[in-house]
């Protein structure tokens, strides 16, 4: 199948080589990889090119939901049938691509997302991102009746179905727990698989104690708001 890998970026120039080098190491590598550069000052955009990657770089910029969306336009529009979710800063372990795309080759789930707490190994998060996932689990598993342990996780894979709804509609900011709100409203299944993430290298995080209230109540109201939507036909979104 076809499949490609969406790497959101901003800023990463010290995180990003790292990150290709291992993707390309990786025994029996056959994902396309793509850049979305959300209009970095740095130097992102340059180092993936040097290496041969295809880069998309956005002429301003539009946050973490503008740059996994325009990720999803782009395997729409190409006709990929898996799109996989890397974060930039390298905390994504390309070893688990195959893991996390399993149960949506063997028609199990239409996304999976890489969680670090089914296992509880490697880095755990920050103590602030770990009370807000905890918040959002909860939250999630009374709106659903299904628990997902890692919410706020950015590693993730969707099959056909979940490219073309997220090419056409993704959250603005902070969208992973109400992408998943967005998968339950239209019938599509998700699963978690357990990976092992590593702790941010270089750069610092843009979340701090001020920012986890704001995100807790503005990704709360979008969800609430968000089980009003009108559902996207499920015959629209294309084959599993």
Known sequence: MKSLVIIPA????KNIKNLINQLKII????F????INDCSDDDT??????????????PCNLGIGGAVQTGYKYADENGYDIAIQVDGDGQHRPEYLNDIIQPILQ????????SRYLEKQG????????????YFSR????????????????FRAGNKKVIKLFSQRYPVDYPEPEA????????????????IMSERREGTSSINWIRSIYYMIKVTLAILIDIFRKKTPVNQLGDS
């Open 139 to 154: 939250l999630i598993e009374l709106l659903t009746q299904q628990k997902i342990t890692d919410p706020t996780s950015g």
């Open 10 to 13: 901003y800023n990463e120039a």
């Open 45 to 58: 955009s340059t180092i993936c090119k040097e290496l041969n990657i295809k880069v998309i770089d956005l």
């Open 180 to 195: 998943i709100i967005i998968l339950s409203r239209n019938n599509l299944k998700v699963l978690e698989v357990p990976v």
């Open 27 to 30: 025994d029996n590598f056959n």
């Open 123 to 134: 880095f755990q998060s920050t103590f602030l991102r770990r009370l807000g996932i905890k």
């Open 107 to 114: 028609e199990k789930a239409d996304m999976v997302i890489g």
């Open 32 to 35: 396309d990889i793509i850049i």
